[in-house]
Structure formats: C-alpha cells, structure tokens
C-alpha cells in the first residue's frame, strides 16, 4: 500500500491566511477595547453621574421633608428648607413614641427583627449543606434533582401562599413567627443552592482530597474547610434574602392577618399611608426609619456582596 504526501502549502497562501487570521483577532480585540475605552471615557462617567444625581434628587426631598413641619410642607416645596431652615425632629419623635393615636414604630421594626433574622440564617444553612451535597457528594439522581430544585424558582410565590396558608392551619402554625419564617425560607432555597453549588464548585478538589487524606469526614471538610471559603457567597446571597424578607409585605400580611402585636414594619407602612395618607412629615420619617438597617447592612457588607457576585462568572 502506498502512500500519499499532501503537497506543501506555497508560501504565499500560508502568509495570507497568517495575515488574515491576525487581522480578525486584531479586529476583534480592537472592538472590546472600542467597547471598554466607551463605557469608561470622560462622557460615560458624566452620564453615570448625571443618572446618578436624577435618581438621588427625589430620594434627598423626601429626607429633608421628614424633617420639615407641617405648615412649611403644605405652604413651600422641599428646596426652600435648603436655605430657609426650619428642620426638627418632632417628625422622628413622634413616629417611634407613637403619634396621633398610632402605635410606636418602635415595636414593629423588633418585629421586623424577629422574622428577618431566621429568614435569613435558616436559608443560608439548609442551602449550604444542600449545596455541598450537588457539588461534592455522589447520589443516585443527583443531575435530575440539581434541575428539579434550579426549575422550582419559576414557581410564583403567590400560587403558594394559599396552599401554604391552609397547611399552617391545619398543623398549628397558623398566625405564628414559623409559618413566616418556613415560608422566606421555602421561598429562597432554590435560589440560594444554585448560587451555593456554583460558588462550591469552583474549589479546587485536592483541597478536599487532601482533608480526606487527613481523615476528615463531610461535616469536618463542610465547616472547617469549605464554610471559610464561600463566606462571600453567604454574605451575597444574605444581602438578597436580608431586603427582600426586610420589605415584604405580602407574605406577612397573608401569614398574620393583620395582627398588630407580629405585625412587621411594612405592615405598619401601610397602615399610616391609609390612616395618615395627608400628613407627609410623619410618612416621610417612617420611610427614613425603616430604610436605615437595610443600608447599614448593605454598606457594612458590601465588600463580600461584590466578592459573591463575581465569584462563579468564570471558571478555573
């Protein structure tokens, strides 16, 4: 049997497609860099800003209007208080001690406190260890559950709320700080393994086989190994489940009726902008009261928040 050589390729085609070659990577390469030199040049940083200050500007009026009376609510715009004065803080007084025959505020956001804090630890331990499972342990139908959980976050909390209203009633739960909590935390566990496994997944496996090889165990390797490591994944995904259990409204008032006594801060929102729809300076400083924990905790973990969103978007 013989056989053929190919024929050499001439010179001049290998240069020409050397050349070509180089110039669509250029090409390329030069087209990000457009891109990039675009969205950072001197223009875009004055558009960001500019959007920036718009979307500020009525976000500012509603804070200097907490601190304004009445009478210069009703009589003037917010920006005169910029040059005129007339700032007091009766507004804050008078919603956190209770004013015009309202309950303090006070007590609800310590009840905003006890459904936010469970809502977000029970998640983010049941995630956790769910997540280390899909990402390091083999099961039978291991893919098929990884996708049942991943399809469950396409399921609209309102198509629950009933069933799950029923079910705390049946069992004794109903109007009570668990049903709330069971129902955040049934809510974001979909979300929070998918964020979780992902995060998991990019460690490097001898690091794992070499505490196996040390004799530890999945619980050992789970909290002295791995729980370290994706504390910016937790914080991430805490900052997320932390605001929105902080600012929800349908949940509760579904869970507690309306009760007073477990009523969270949004509930109590809702209940001065009816009652006290006219009387902007009490409204205002409510608003204000119940945003500060929210910014507090966004700007004090605010370093791992940007950590966990980077971490998964590449691989190796």
């Known amino acids: 049997m013989s056989t053929m050589t190919p024929a050499p390729v001439p010179a001049s085609v290998a240069d020409t497609a050397v050349a070509d070659a180089g110039h669509k990577l250029k090409k390329r390469k030069s087209a990000a ?7 950072s040049s001197r223009w875009a940083s004055v558009f960001a800003v500019a959007m920036a200050a718009l979307w ?3 976000t500012f009026g509603l ?7 009445q009478e210069d609510i009703q009589e003037t715009g917010w920006w ?3 040059t005129g004065g007339g700032f007091t803080l009766d507004n804050y007084k008078g919603v956190l001690n209770g004013a015009e025959g309202q309950l303090p505020l006070t007590d609800f956001f310590v009840n905003s406190l006890v459904i936010v804090i469970p809502s977000v630890l029970l998640p983010l331990l049941l995630a956790s260890l769910a997540a280390y499972a ?5 099961f039978p139908f291991k893919n098929a559950l990884f996708v049942a959980v991943f399809a469950l976050q396409i399921v609209p909390l309102q198509v629950a709320l009933l069933p799950l209203v029923t079910m705390y009633q049946d069992i004794g ?5 668990w049903s709330v909590w069971l129902s955040h935390t049934a809510f974001s ?3 929070a393994v998918f964020l979780l496994h992902n995060f998991m997944k990019e460690i490097p496996a001898s690091l794992l086989e070499a505490a196996r090889v040390d004799g530890a165990g999945h619980v050992r390797i789970f909290f002295q190994v791995l729980l370290p490591l994706i504390a910016p994944a937790l914080a991430s995904f805490g900052i997320f489940q932390f605001l929105w259990v902080w600012n929800d409204l349908l949940v509760a008032l579904a869970m507690f009726g309306g009760k007073p006594d477990l009523a969270p801060l949004t509930m109590f929102l809702n209940t001065i902008s009816g009652t006290l729809g006219n009387r902007w300076y009490l409204l205002s400083a409510a608003a204000f009261v119940s945003i500060a924990l929210p910014v507090a905790v966004f700007l004090a973990l605010q370093r791992y928040f940007v950590r966990g969103l980077l971490a998964g978007g590449t691989k190796g």
């Open 80 to 82: 005169h208080a910029l």
């Open 63 to 69: 804070f200097v209007t907490s601190f304004r009376k």
């Open 173 to 177: 739960l109903g109007g009570s700080y």
């Open 33 to 39: 860099g457009n891109a990039a030199r675009a969205v």
């Open 189 to 191: 566990l979909p979300l």
């Open 134 to 138: 899909f990402a390091w342990i083999d």
């Open 56 to 58: 500020t500007i009525p």
